[in-house]
């Protein structure tokens, strides 16, 4: 596989990636709220991870062409994301000294992560109409592993943006309770209207 189809591909990966939307405000809700980045990041890459490994198995396709099975994952994530605002709204995130013991909320926001982008039907859709444009049908390599090199290639370029998100968020936000406040209000406000958009675009 040519390294210039990895190049155009991680450009065009980074240009999505930096694009703000839900895992983004996930990201910075988790910088405000102490010393969950890490545990936030990694259920946010697994998720993106389990998608690639999916679509390169060609299940994604499968879904893609079952209309009932793309809008119960559509409605689903669309809850979730719903759910997951209005709780930011109710109990904003804020600024935090970190304590020991905490292993059970590190998994939990691990855990959010991983269903924030693994309930994402725009992952899937974005997968399936990115990756087969940056194979190589000829190349040496078979085409479920062109994928997934790819898919991990995104998934490397999340973790960088992802962290520098959710980390600058803490380092700017940590000694300003009121703007951390502000900013955790709008991140739920963002998850609300993605989610919304999300139903409105599948009802109609």
Same mark, same amino acid.
């Given at each position: 596989m040519?390294? =210039?189809l ?5 450009g065009?990966s980074v240009?999505f990636?930096?694009t703000? /939307? ?6 910075i809700s988790a /910088?405000? $709220? /102490?010393?969950?980045? *890490?545990?936030?990041?990694? /259920?946010?890459?697994c998720? @993106? ?5 999916i679509v390169?198995?060609g299940?994604g !396709?499968?879904?893609? $062409?079952v209309p !009932?099975?793309?809008s119960?994952? %559509?409605l689903?994530g *669309?809850a979730?994301?719903l ?5 930011? &709204?109710?109990?904003p995130s804020?600024p ?5 013991? #905490? %292993?059970?909320s +590190?998994a939990?926001?691990a ?5 924030? +982008?693994g309930? $994402?039907?725009?992952?899937f859709?974005l ?7 940056? %194979?190589?049908?000829q190349g040496?390599?078979?085409?479920p592993?062109?994928m997934a090199?790819?898919?991990?290639i @995104?998934?490397? +370029?999340?973790a960088?943006v992802?962290l520098?998100?959710g980390y600058?968020? !803490?380092l700017?936000?940590?000694t300003r309770p009121r *703007?951390a406040?502000?900013? =955790?209000?709008? +991140? ?6 993605i ?5 409105? #675009?599948? &009802?109609?």
């Open positions: 040519a390294l =210039s990895f190049a155009a591909f991680w065009v240009l990636v930096i703000p /939307g839900a895992d983004w405000a996930y990201a /910088g405000i $709220n /102490g010393r969950m980045v *890490a545990p936030a990041v990694a /259920g946010l890459l998720g @993106h991870l389990i998608a690639t490994l390169a198995a299940v !396709s499968f879904i893609a $062409n !009932s099975v793309m119960a994952l %559509t689903a *669309a979730y994301l759910w997951l605002g209005i709780g930011l &709204l109710r109990q804020l935090v000294a970190w304590q020991g013991g #905490e %292993t059970r +590190s939990r926001w855990l959010k992560g991983l269903c924030i +982008s309930l $994402n039907p725009k992952v859709l997968f399936m109409a990115l990756l087969p444009q940056f %194979t190589d049908p040496a390599w078979p085409l592993l062109q090199m790819l898919g991990l @995104h998934v490397g +370029s999340c960088v992802y520098l998100v600058g968020a !803490s700017v936000l940590k *703007a406040l502000r900013v =955790s209000q709008i +991140s739920g406000v963002l998850m609300m209207v989610a919304l958009l999300l139903f409105i #675009e599948r &009802l109609f």
